[in-house]
């Protein structure tokens, strides 16, 4: 099975902040990598897919990068509701893993 | 717009079954692969299953395999998740997903609850 690293655990940031989420596969996952905000009570939201790809109605202040192993999630500058849990996930072969999860606190 | 909506979730004892559906709207259901996703509450996410668009060669998390079954009934636009041999680790928000063309989970439902418990 394929391990998802994802790092920090949690951050703490300011609004208009520019913050790095980072996530690193046990093995290369050739781009089968997205991510995902989740707010309290409510199912995550997509918000790349295929590593560097935006999902339609993300605001562009959020990218992606990485290939092979190691991805990253940007924020390039923090707004209020971007405070959440952040997760990426492996589609790459199942079973399927996303990492532990990112939460990003006001600080 | 893409809808999904599950239902069936609710508290059953440890041993016990239970069967949750996902209705899907808003596009054509027969032509998209599906997920289902779990969450137990202050934990993080964990794939549970996927099922392509026949219903055929349906795939599981180790954790769940042998006691829950993926099925699909495209003609209802609707996806189910048989779960028996339920334990108190299978209690969390169940989610269903669409999935992307690069193998994301697109579009997900609101989740729904199951609670195993005496």
């Known amino acids: 099975d394929i391990q998802m690293t994802q790092s920090p655990s949690s951050l703490s940031a300011s609004v208009g902040d520019r913050v790095t989420i980072i996530c690193r596969a046990s093995?290369?996952?050739?781009?089968?990598l997205s991510w995902y905000q989740q707010k309290p009570g409510k199912a995550p939201k997509l918000l790349i897919y295929a590593a560097s790809s935006l999902q339609s109605g993300v605001p562009s202040s959020f990218s992606g990068s990485g290939s092979g192993t190691d991805y990253t999630l940007t924020i390039s500058s923090l707004q209020p509701e971007d405070f959440a849990t952040y997760y990426c996930?492996?589609?790459?072969?199942?079973?399927?893993?996303f990492g532990q999860g990112t939460n990003l606190e006001i600080k | 717009e893409v809808q999904l909506a599950e239902s069936g979730g609710g508290l059953v004892q440890p041993g016990g079954s239970l069967r949750l559906s996902c209705e899907a709207s808003g596009f054509t259901f027969s032509q998209w692969w599906m997920y289902w996703a779990r969450q137990a509450p202050g934990k993080g996410l964990l794939w549970v299953s996927r099922i392509d668009t026949e219903g055929s060669s349906p795939t599981y998390a180790d954790s769940v395999k042998g006691r829950f079954t993926i099925s699909r009934d495209n003609a209802k636009n609707t996806l189910y998740l048989q779960m028996n041999s339920l334990r108190a680790e299978d209690t969390a928000v169940y989610y269903c997903?669409?999935?992307?063309?690069?193998?994301?989970?697109?579009?997900w439902g609101q989740g729904t609850l199951v609670t195993v418990s005496s």
């Open positions: 093995q290369n996952i050739k781009s089968y």
């Open positions: 997903a669409r999935r992307g063309y690069s193998g994301e989970f697109e579009f």
């Open positions: 996930l492996q589609s790459y072969s199942p079973p399927y893993t």
